[in-house]
């Protein structure tokens, strides 16, 4: 293997990879990047099992040489070190050579670096999937998606079908639903398919949607979704993301959404936002985040919290629409907040059903979202 | 006490004598911001006991009123939850009231706080310190001249003194130096003040500069610097900024200092800091920072690092001017960086008396600034 590359390229490259090197492999040849150098181009891969991401760098981008092979090959390097050294190299022309045992000499400027690669052949190979259902979706809408969700999955890993969003695809409406059993997230988007097609069941980890929200691009591309058996394989370009799906049956949590509410309330997002954070501020001083919110007589609402340290927070907020029965309800704050950070929508519908059941969330001006907390069960 | 001032300057003040609270202190009343109302405004103090933080609010600023007091008075609050909530107000316009048992009410829109309040007579009083010795610097003068040198404190306990930064002024020349026994780091200027006036011994914690270094305000204002028994005191406008000074005395370092030289370097500082800085990133993985430096024949330098598992990189670097005897030596180039890293001069020279001997750096701009590291002591 020999080839000069264009130093932006392949950093951007090893940069995107790089996102699937786990950390603390206990396999050696995990901890590495391969690299497949054809007549085509080159293909950077990295994999942690649950996560496997190639980067397809092209002989020619916008009719400039990026990349010039001189001999095919493949070789599999140290991520961490290579990772941080193509950052820093002094020149924007770097060769790379492949000798014997996998010694590699990178050459850049004045530099010049001898890597022990590893052999290729130990690298596991990515799955070919079976393209048969295919879909597109923006790439910003795809993100929007899972930060409305992913925030409410578990970090405890006993229920580790919790730790991820579970996704379907029913008559075109691709939907998204993440619980911690406290609380629960879901949105959904209409997509533009065959109506044909259609799963259900599939179960992404958390943080593997974290970290492809972070390599989606941020110009409004498409991104093209393979949902396969056992893995989904996201398309970004020249970049291929591919998801183990998680094992497992995912609870149903359709009949714990309720449909009626006894009491009703329309608000200004950034107003109740505002509020709660300050409530918050004392609430955590006492461990629990607990605040409450009440209903006024003069048809509003206050919201507090008190700390027997530290004293009292008393809000008192004007709402545009309040029906229903009056309430007391005290709640999480820290789960209200993680809702409203997410909310993208300026007024906002809050329904309850007294003080010992489900708080729901929708937007006003649209439905494509929906959350909902438990409240805490307390006496006062 | 009951008055009412802008959140702006509130918070600004809050906001600086918080770097004087402490977050794990056992005296309670030190984990409180104390608030004193006079007819002639307010003032926060803060303190750890090492740092104390006064920030005065007059009651105008630019014509504008900030403060309306109505009777005067004083209240320790909790700095923490104060610190955040002061933040996060809704409305411009604050009220603060103490009532019985030091209770205090804040006030703003539609946010209404009640806080457990503590006595100020608890709180400690501010050293009045005799302002004999008092000289002024710009501030950015004095932040260049902390960041040249706090970083060579050591952070190991067990010798305290070498925490902290030695301090004199001598003939008009005011100097700093700090050491780990691994490294030496000293700047100097000049003082346009009373040639009489004169210090040294004076050892102020690493910790405490980097503190005031976050407060010296942007703008070139000057800092007036009182010296006293066992306090410094910095006035920086409406903030005053006490200091304890640390205890024992100060090692002499004006001994480890060499005059000759038998290898001379003179080279672009940018250049070498991008080597080292490649050489370190392998060094770092072999948990030992190791780089060498060496001189070639053609009359340049080469600079290498190693590793078993990883490989080499290898830097030929051209330099300005290189006289004296070849060279070949070993340091931890994680000490090199920080003194690059710090370096405002184009070009570098830097003196060695062979392998075993130390290094030392000195800016070719100007000669304020001097800086020394020991090599490692290596056979190969």
Request: with cysteine; glycine share 4%; proline share 5%.
């Amino acid at each position: 293997m020999k080839l000069t590359i264009l130093r932006t390229e392949l950093n951007e490259a090893v940069q995107n990879v790089s996102k699937a090197v786990s950390a603390r492999s206990t396999i050696p040849i995990l901890s590495g990047i391969k690299i497949d150098v054809s007549d085509r181009g080159v293909t950077l891969t990295a994999s942690d099992t649950d996560i496997s991401i190639q980067h397809f760098i092209p002989l020619e981008s916008s009719s400039k040489t990026v990349v010039k092979v001189e001999r095919p090959g493949s070789v599999v390097l140290p991520a961490k070190f290579f990772v941080e050294i193509v950052k820093k190299l002094p020149h924007e022309e770097v060769n790379l050579e492949v000798g014997e045992r996998f010694q590699t000499l990178i050459h850049s400027g004045a530099t010049e670096i001898q890597l022990v690669g590893l052999d290729p052949e130990e690298f596991p190979v990515l799955p070919i999937l079976e393209e048969d259902r295919v879909f597109s979706i923006p790439g910003d809408l795809l993100r929007s998606m899972i930060r409305q969700t992913v925030f409410a999955v578990t970090t405890n890993e006993s229920t580790p079908i919790l730790t991820g969003v579970l996704w379907s695809l029913q008559e075109g409406v691709f939907k998204f639903v993440a619980t911690d059993r406290h609380r629960l997230a879901t949105c959904k988007t209409n997509i533009d398919t065959d109506p044909g097609l259609k799963f259900a069941g599939v179960v992404i980890s958390g943080k593997t949607l974290n970290e492809l929200s972070k390599i989606i691009p941020d110009q409004n591309t498409l991104v093209d979704i393979v949902v396969a058996d056992n893995q989904v394989l996201f398309k970004l370009g020249e970049v291929l993301f591919f998801s183990r799906m998680l094992d497992g049956a995912y609870p149903d949590t359709s009949k714990i959404i309720p449909s009626q509410f006894k009491t009703e309330l329309v608000l200004n997002t950034k107003s109740l936002s505002d509020a709660i954070d300050r409530a918050y501020l004392l609430s955590r001083e006492e461990k629990t985040n607990i605040v409450r919110l009440l209903t006024t007589d003069d048809g509003n609402i206050e919201i507090n919290s008190s700390s027997s340290e530290l004293g009292r927070v008393q809000e008192h907020l004007d709402v545009t629409d309040l029906t229903g029965e009056p309430l007391r309800i005290a709640f999480n704050s820290k789960y209200m907040l993680d809702v409203l950070k997410v909310v993208d929508s300026e007024q906002l519908y809050i329904g309850f059903n007294g003080a010992m059941s489900p708080i729901i969330f929708k937007p006003r001006d649209h439905d494509n979202s929906l959350h909902l907390i438990l409240p805490y069960r307390t006496t006062n």
